[in-house]
């Protein structure tokens, strides 16, 4: 069973700065990694998918990378509705799991 | 536009069971995997059980396992979570999502609220 660690699990921050989150899974996934975000109250959103992959309608300041085990997720320019809960998830094989999350704060 | 909504939680006592339904519209239900995802009370998020778009095969999580049943019915556009022998740590928002081969869990319902409490 893949395991997937995200770090740091907070991330303050400010409106404007960059954000760059961490997953690191323990044994490869390949590129089977998608990043997802989810606000209070709100079912998540596919952000990323396949690693590098924006999702429809995804703003090109998300951007992911990596492939194998490390994979990051950065957001290039914090905007007011970004501030969330953003989690990695491994489609390699089964289970499909998920990573503990990573909160974008204020 | 693809929708997924999600009925069937509530309030159960431990032991008991309860059905899950999700009903799937704005795509071709029948061509995608889907899968249940449940989120405890301020955790993070679970996988639960897959089903392939054919209805061929299932997956569950092993903390379900013979307990929940994943199906479908492509007819009705709908996905459904037979859910027995219930326990509080079961009690968690539980998400149906659709997956495509190409982009993975690209659709997300609302969510519906499961409560396992005496």
């Known amino acids: 069973e893949i395991v997937l660690t995200q770090s740091p699990a907070t991330l303050s921050l400010s409106p404007g700065e960059r954000a760059t989150l961490s997953c690191r899974a323990s044994?490869?996934?390949?590129?089977?990694l998608a990043w997802f975000q989810q606000k209070p109250g709100q079912a998540p959103r596919l952000l990323i998918y396949d690693a590098s992959n924006r999702a429809t309608g995804i703003p090109a300041r998300f951007s992911g990378s990596g492939s194998g085990t490390d994979f990051t997720l950065t957001i290039s320019s914090l905007e007011p509705e970004d501030f969330a809960v953003y989690y990695c998830?491994?489609?390699?094989?089964?289970?499909?799991?998920f990573g503990g999350g990573a909160k974008v704060e204020i | 536009q693809a929708q997924l909504v999600e009925s069937g939680g509530g309030v159960v006592q431990p032991g008991r069971s309860l059905r899950l339904s999700c009903a799937a519209s704005g795509f071709t239900f029948s061509s995608f995997g889907m899968h249940w995802v449940r989120q405890a009370p301020g955790k993070g998020l679970e996988w639960v059980a897959v089903?392939?778009?054919?209805?061929?095969?299932?997956y569950y999580a092993d903390s379900v396992k013979g307990r929940f049943t994943i199906s479908r019915d492509n007819s009705k556009y709908t996905l459904f979570l037979q859910m027995n022998s219930l326990g509080v740590e079961d009690t968690a928002v539980y998400y149906c999502v659709g997956e495509t081969t190409v982009k993975g869990m690209d659709v997300w319902g609302q969510g519906t609220t499961v409560t396992v409490s005496s």
């Open positions: 089903i392939w778009n054919d209805g061929s095969n299932t």
């Open positions: 998830q491994h489609r390699r094989d089964w289970p499909p799991a």
């Open positions: 044994q490869s996934v390949g590129s089977y």
